[in-house]
């Protein structure tokens, strides 16, 4: 499957923007899908994370009551709501797939900028 991120972009303290993730093929059903990002000098980190059907979801401390993880099968299209955002939010956004038996995302976005500025 190949994973289209975008909807990123330089905002302010406070607001809020949505990552949308685009897929291709007619498997994205079949997916387990995640949001990651990576800061200047840090390691990528796990954000939050969809099941396959959108019954479950899941999410790092540091985002959670903040932002919100949904899929759209119809579209296959994961999105991420960010809300209240921060200046350490600022990185760059990846989506990534897996099968559900995986525990490691095979497929990968290309990231999208996200920047909050003070």
């Known amino acids: 499957v190949q994973l289209q991120a975008s909807g990123g972009g330089l905002v302010q303290a406070g607001d809020s923007l949505r990552l949308s993730c685009a897929a291709s093929?007619?498997?994205?059903?079949?997916?387990?899908m995640g949001w990651f990002r990576q800061a200047p000098g840090k390691e990528r980190e796990f954000v939050a994370s969809i099941t396959r059907g959108g019954g479950s979801s899941f999410y790092a401390d540091s985002v959670k009551g903040r932002f919100t993880i949904s899929r759209d099968n119809a579209k296959n299209t994961v999105y991420l709501q960010m809300n209240s955002l921060k200046p350490e939010d600022t990185a760059v956004y990846y989506c990534?797939?897996?099968?559900?038996?995986?525990?490691?995302?095979?497929?990968w976005g290309q990231g999208t900028q996200v920047t909050v500025s003070s």
């Open positions: 990534a797939a897996r099968y559900e038996m995986q525990t490691s995302y095979i497929y």
């Open positions: 093929g007619r498997t994205f059903s079949s997916y387990h």
